[in-house]
């Protein structure tokens, strides 16, 4: 059966609150095809997470509304080994307290995290750019570097679709100092890798249809927007991290966006990727939806990203292109797929960008 993580958003709600209602929903579980398999309560942010294995999302909702009557307000499908990389477990802890009822185990285990995600070069460009063996030298000193610094730092590594490297922490000092000793370890090579750092937090289920999905997503934007060898920390990190934060004001390879600079980043790269495969996408088209005029968006643009929305625009187009030459499309086939109107030109752009043509890209070096 699918394993489903619900979200209940309960201000005032205790860890034996918590604990109460998981013993009534044990009670009835079998009714409704259920294995009610462990939760996580957070009294901090009023709002608890339950993972149970059922037949489908109506289940879980039937059995809790009996139970308790405590709806879920979200339910998304999960998968148990990210669940665990995560979070580091599935099923109850093996330290919890026993007031009085002998079957009432109670633990309050937040399962707010903070997420690190890591980015580097296309592995095919570094290859063009650096050579086979070099490049390769690098990739392994940057698996072995990062592996080393997350089980230093006492994170765990999440394996997820995609080249990106991410990590959770359960504590915000252990994520950034893990950034930082992965970025000075690696030192040169952090450049000539690209490595780009973003770290962001929040809890597993929101809207978003994946694990922590929102959280990963933020910390990918921020890698996006950011220089090689930089880390980019979101507002909430910062705030977290504020009694620290001083230390680092002097240090050029880590920047600190404002909640507004977020809220700006996460509707101007939502739009991108609602529309960057649209050829008739342009500046017109882009302010619109951004409800901006066209100079505010150029101000607002060049002032977080360092380019022009036209140049944003191209620049977004061509990094999914690779996306799209990796997966055995032909060169004509991705020009239009990734937005461009011409081959000619789409080649011309990628040439320019990343040095060599596409076609010598779809080639093994």
């Not at 590594?157 to 252990?174: H, M, N, P, R």
């Not at 910062?238 to 404002?258: F, T, V």
């Amino acid at each position: 059966m699918p394993i489903y993580m619900d979200l209940h958003i309960a201000p005032g709600i205790s860890a034996k609150d918590a604990a109460e209602a998981h013993r009534e929903d044990l009670k009835i579980q079998d009714e409704y095809g259920c294995r009610c398999m462990t939760y996580w309560v957070d009294e901090e942010r009023g709002s608890a997470f339950c993972l149970i294995d059922a037949p489908d999302k109506q289940a879980v909702r039937e059995m809790h509304d009996r139970a308790h009557g405590l709806i879920p307000h979200e339910i998304i499908q999960v998968n148990s080994n990210v669940v665990e990389a995560f979070l580091g477990r599935i099923q109850d802890p093996d330290t919890f307290a026993q007031l009085g009822d002998a079957d009432l185990k109670i633990f309050n285990d937040p399962a707010f995290r903070v997420i690190m995600v890591n980015t580097i070069a296309d592995s095919k460009l570094l290859r063009h750019k650096l050579g086979p063996e070099r490049a390769k030298k690098l990739g392994s000193l940057y698996n072995s570097s990062i592996r080393e610094q997350i089980k230093r730092f006492e994170g765990r590594e999440v394996e997820l679709k995609g080249d990106d490297f991410i990590a959770s922490f359960v504590s915000v000092s252990q994520a950034v100092q893990c950034a930082l000793a992965l970025q000075k370890g690696l030192h040169i090579a952090a450049e000539l890798l690209n490595l780009r750092i973003g770290i962001h937090a929040g809890m597993p289920v929101t809207k978003n249809n994946m694990i922590f999905g929102d959280a990963v997503k933020l910390a990918r934007y921020l890698c996006f927007i950011g220089k090689e060898n930089q880390i980019i920390l979101s507002s909430i990190i910062q705030e977290l991290y504020r009694h620290d934060w001083q230390k680092l004001m002097d240090n050029a390879q880590i920047k600190g966006i404002s909640p507004q600079e977020e809220n700006f980043l996460e509707i101007l790269l939502n739009t991108l990727e609602d529309n960057w495969n649209d050829p008739g996408f342009g500046i017109t088209d882009f302010a619109g939806k951004m409800t901006m005029s066209k100079s505010q968006l150029y101000r607002k643009c060049i002032g977080l990203t360092n380019l022009s929305p036209n140049s944003l625009i191209k620049e977004f187009r061509l990094y999914k292109s690779l996306n799209l030459l990796r997966s055995d499309r032909n060169i004509a086939q991705t020009t239009f797929d990734s937005g461009f109107t011409s081959p000619s030109y789409f080649a011309k752009c990628f040439q320019q960008r990343f040095g060599l043509q596409p076609l010598a890209y779809v080639k093994d070096f």
